[in-house]
């Protein structure tokens, strides 16, 4: 059997983390596989394979930061040298330059899950941009989750195509077809006494959740009554608590916090807005499709506009406003400088204006419903790892 390895730093709740969890379970069955982490706190998945703990922080200050570094890039140089492994795929960025810094005789995959030209402009953006520009041409192939991130690595980072293959990230649509017929928790009824807009995701800026809440402020001034789940953790969660109270909404916001079974709150919400400020693929929409749930995005770069297009190229006038696309809806992309303003700005409004509409028509709804379902069937995992089987029997 093939020899493979999964390197990736932790085995912590993620997109990431499910992806691994997710194609172990699966790989296994077909090759020797490995998967190497660093640490192993707060696991939060499932694996199947066999498993290397280094056992080598990722915390603490740039000095100690810096010494972990070297001891991965010699746990790791070791590792490959006693198992000869036939490919080792990375994934996270931290993972993929150790991948590649200790590359031997193996064939390195590695993989890029965001969209690099988007993250803030610190220190670590211009290290890490070196590094995507001059490191990952060592890579035998490199993995991306969506069209427009592979696009965004030709463009800007001049990474030859032939270098690069896009693989979307798959949904487990049988567990969450059990899943969503699990009962709420008590209490959790009365939330959807009311029309529901429901928001999954990490509470931080990146995901632009208070942009739901200047929106849904203003929706019930104009005589709307409709309540906001928000279903995750974060840094900024206290900020969102304060923002509650400002726009005095404190009687339709709920922060139900991480849930292990995100998909009964999906299945019984109204509709799903998408409101992040970029994307690298949206895993979150295609499971929210999954549930019939209704979708709707701003165009952010990423994923969304590929995803509810269901086209190869598809592109948009600068100028629109609220576009109906094959599986959901989209509006123009927000931006994060808007978010302290005391009135809401053009793209705000467009998705207000695509939220009040999308729930006043019924029949729209239900269109959206059977139509994005159909779409999450062509991520469902049986087809996903027949990709990445192919993948690791040709490299």
């Not at 190497?36 to 499932?46: E, L, M, Q, T």
């Not at 000095?63 to 994934?91: E, H, L, M, P, Q």
């Not at 409101?275 to 749930?293: D, K, P, R, W």
Request: net charge positive; aromatic share 10%.
């Amino acid at each position: 059997m093939k020899k493979i390895a999964f390197l990736i730093p932790t085995l912590q709740g993620g997109g990431a983390e499910k992806l691994v969890s997710i194609l172990s379970k699966e790989l296994d069955k077909h090759y020797d596989l490995t998967i190497i982490f660093y640490n192993d706190s707060n696991r939060a998945y499932s694996y199947s394979g066999k498993m290397i703990n280094l056992n080598i922080s990722n915390d603490g200050n740039f000095f100690r930061r810096t010494i972990n570094f070297c001891k991965k890039i010699k746990g790791i140089r070791k590792i490959k040298s006693d198992n000869n492994y036939d490919v080792v795929v990375s994934f996270m960025d931290g993972a993929n330059i150790v991948n590649l810094l200790t590359k031997k005789n193996e064939k390195v995959v590695t993989s890029l899950h965001t969209m690099i030209s988007e993250r803030n402009k610190d220190i670590n953006f211009y290290l890490y941009t070196t590094a995507v520009k001059f490191l990952y041409k060592k890579s035998d192939l490199i993995i991306t989750v969506s069209k427009a991130i592979k696009l965004n690595l030709i463009k800007k980072y001049k990474i030859k195509s032939s270098k690069l293959k896009v693989i979307y990230n798959p949904i487990e649509s049988e567990l969450i077809s059990s899943k969503i017929i699990e009962p709420l928790e008590e209490g959790e009824h009365k939330i959807f006494d009311k029309q529901t807009i429901i928001n999954v995701g990490r509470i931080e800026e990146v995901k632009g959740q208070i942009h739901l809440i200047r929106i849904l402020s203003e929706l019930n001034k104009q005589g709307s009554d409709i309540n906001l789940i928000v279903v995750g953790e974060g840094n900024l969660k206290s900020k969102l608590l304060e923002a509650v109270k400002f726009y005095g909404v404190e009687n339709n916001v709920f922060f139900l916090g991480f849930k292990n079974n995100p998909y009964k709150y999906l299945k019984r919400s109204s509709l799903y807005v998408h409101t992040s400020y970029f994307e690298g693929f949206g895993n979150v929409l295609i499971e929210a499709m999954a549930c019939s749930l209704p979708v709707i995005a701003t165009n952010c770069p990423g994923g969304p506009l590929e995803i509810l297009s269901g086209e190869e190229s598809s592109q948009l006038s600068s100028s629109f406003t609220i576009s109906y696309l094959n599986y959901g809806v989209l509006t123009p992309p927000i931006s994060k400088k808007d978010s302290s303003l005391n009135h809401l700005v053009a793209s705000e409004k467009h998705l207000l204006n695509a939220i009040k509409l999308m729930l006043e028509d019924r029949d729209l709804l239900e269109e959206y419903s059977q139509k994005g379902k159909e779409r999450a069937n062509s991520f469902s995992t049986k087809i996903i790892i027949v990709k990445w089987k192919e993948l690791l029997n040709e490299i």
